[in-house]
């Protein structure tokens, strides 16, 4: 293979970079005298080694509804045209935040075999201001060659769990993954990978701000709340990741493997929507609830 001049590899990174940041939901370049809306602790990287925040679980099934405060979606139309503007440039603060964390993480360098073995960081997507978080465990292949989360079969079958389950569109959520590099193999990433990676995840939570989190495998939820418990015990309850609610749930892999578990994910992803305050699509629950067919 001949060997590529420099100028078309700056050209090649200067494209991934933009495809970086349009994937973290930057849509245009902000002014250079624009200030980010995310206080300076929430830019700051944890030094690597620093014990995970714990989660706490706050109790078991519905009743767990009670120690939260119910806070449905608002509506843009009920906003005036000045707070319609202020909330257009925190839009683009958190955008363009992103976008810096997604250039630091395309740079990361913490685990060599990852490194070696990536085609590109996968940082996450969706909306920015997004009330609900989703986090699944690392890239598998089709996210590492598209640099995207969740594109697979099991990405498809997450579009369908937040569309068809839920009634909310992809495009209003944010998706994200324990680590930003896909394991060799798909296997499960190691204690010192999700360490390293732990401050991106922080500090990516803190940019979005969600008021909603849910965890997608044992995986993601054993990291995100520090805890050894399996995902069929943490299933079912409401968690707390620094004050924010979150629900476990069966991973979507996991779902291709054994449909049979479909029945209690749509009792995890109702019991999700309750504590959002939104309500159960019923033109939904039949096909979600007990088919097979996805």
């Known amino acids: 293979m001949p060997e590529e001049k420099p100028a078309g590899q700056l050209v090649r990174m200067l494209r991934q970079q933009l495809e970086s940041w349009q994937r973290a939901g930057l849509t245009h370049l902000p002014k250079a005298r624009l200030q980010t809306a995310v206080p300076p602790a ?49 839009q683009e603060d958190r955008a363009a935040a992103l976008a810096r964390l997604a250039a630091k993480v395309a740079r990361c360098r913490r685990c060599p075999e990852l490194v070696r073995n990536r085609t590109q960081t ?17 890239p598998g292949a089709d996210e590492d060659r598209l640099g ?10 997450l579009t369908d769990m937040i569309e068809k389950g839920m009634g909310l569109k992809r495009s ?6 324990i680590l930003r590099c896909r394991p060799p193999g798909n296997r499960t990433p190691t204690p010192e990978e999700a ?80 504590l959002m305050g939104l309500p159960i699509p019923t033109s939904s629950r039949p096909k979600t609830e007990v088919s097979d067919e996805e």
């Open 42 to 90: 929430c830019l700051e990287s944890p030094a690597v080694g620093q014990t995970p925040a714990g989660g706490q679980t706050v109790s078991g099934g519905q009743t767990a509804l009670e120690s939260y405060r119910v806070l449905p979606i608002e509506s843009d139309s009920s906003a005036s045209g000045k707070s319609t503007k202020a909330s257009a440039g925190q």
């Open 122 to 138: 996968v940082f996450g997507a969706g909306n920015p201001h997004a009330q609900l978080v989703f986090i699944g465990e690392a």
């Open 195 to 274: 360490e390293n990676c732990r401050p991106f995840l922080e500090k990516q939570l803190a940019i979005v701000q969600p008021k909603f989190i849910c965890c997608l495998g044992a995986c993601a939820a054993q990291n995100l709340l520090g805890v050894h418990a399996p995902i069929s015990r943490l299933r079912g309850q409401v968690h707390s990741y620094k004050g924010i609610p979150v629900v476990c749930t069966y991973h979507p892999a996991y779902l291709l493997r054994t449909p049979a578990a479909k029945r209690q994910t749509w009792e995890d992803l109702k019991l999700l929507l309750s």
């Open 172 to 177: 209003d959520v944010y998706i994200m993954n």
């Open 148 to 157: 995207e989360p969740f594109v697979g079969a099991a990405g498809q079958l």
